[in-house]
């Protein structure tokens, strides 16, 4: 049978996302490899490398989805069955620890919407603790940001602790809002920091320019800012 001209870019994408890979470019690899799937759909090849990037990266259950694709693509070919899931075998221990931290993360979850945050805070620790998730990843983005707000939450507030968590927020996900916002608040809550907390809404603004929940923190802190200079006025 011919290989077609999308084939032959399958092949080719395939064959680079192998090497971007060996290259340590993960990112670049995960692209060829999922654009080689749409390429060649019926081979297990290209799922078994975007599963092979998705380990390296820590992300387990993206990995074994693919796995799961590539065998059923396989059929009775056991052989080639056993080739594939070894993919995954080194990687079951951290499975194992990425299920425990994602069970604390939706406990922690679940107690956020009930109220209970110091249960919330526990399993939001427990979770990070486990180190289930990667450095650097979207679940502990996720996780941080979620604990972050369970701190400013608690009555009275912990706002040290927010602090620190939106700071590494801030530090290791800049592209995002989420950091200067709950460093603002916690800024706020810990008092006489209100000109940092404005430093914070105004370098969010300038790099989110237009962006909602900033402009309305924005509006909140002049609100009290006027509101404040309005009563010492008073008292003169």
């Known amino acids: 049978e011919a290989v077609t001209g999308s084939e032959n870019e399958g092949y080719v994408l395939l064959k680079r ?35 092979m990037v998705y380990n390296a990266q820590g992300m387990y259950t ?20 056993q080739e594939l899931m070894a993919v995954m075998e080194p990687h079951r221990a951290a499975m194992v620890v990425m299920d425990r931290a994602r069970a604390a993360e939706e ?36 996780v941080v ?41 916690a800024y706020l809550e810990i008092g006489g920091a209100s000109n940092l907390a404005r430093a914070d809404l105004d370098a969010a ?6 962006n909602k929940d900033v402009q309305e923190a924005l509006y909140r802190l002049t609100m009290d800012w006027d509101i404040k200079q309005e009563q010492a006025n008073a008292e003169r």
Not at 32 to 44: M, N, V
Not at 205 to 210: A, C, I
Request: hydrophobic share 40%; charged share 25%; with cysteine.
């Open 107 to 142: 406990q922690g979850d679940k107690c956020l919407h009930q109220g209970l945050f110091s249960e919330a805070e526990r399993y939001y620790s427990i979770c990070l603790a486990h180190q289930g998730y990667v450095a650097g990843s979207e679940d502990e983005w996720r």
């Open 145 to 185: 940001r979620s604990r972050a707000k369970t701190y400013m939450a608690m009555k009275p507030p912990d706002a040290r602790l927010a602090l620190s968590d939106a700071s590494y927020l801030l530090e290791t996900w800049p592209d995002r809002p989420d950091g200067y916002l709950l460093r603002a608040d």
């Open 17 to 51: 996302g192998h090497l971007l890979l060996k290259l340590q470019s993960p990112d670049k690899a995960v692209e060829d490899a999922t654009k080689s799937i749409e390429a060649l759909p019926l081979i297990p090849e290209p799922l078994a490398l975007r599963a």
């Open 205 to 210: 603004n300038h790099v989110f320019p237009g």
């Open 62 to 81: 993206q990995a074994l989805a693919d796995v799961e694709a590539a065998v059923a693509l396989v059929g009775d070919d056991r052989e080639q069955v």
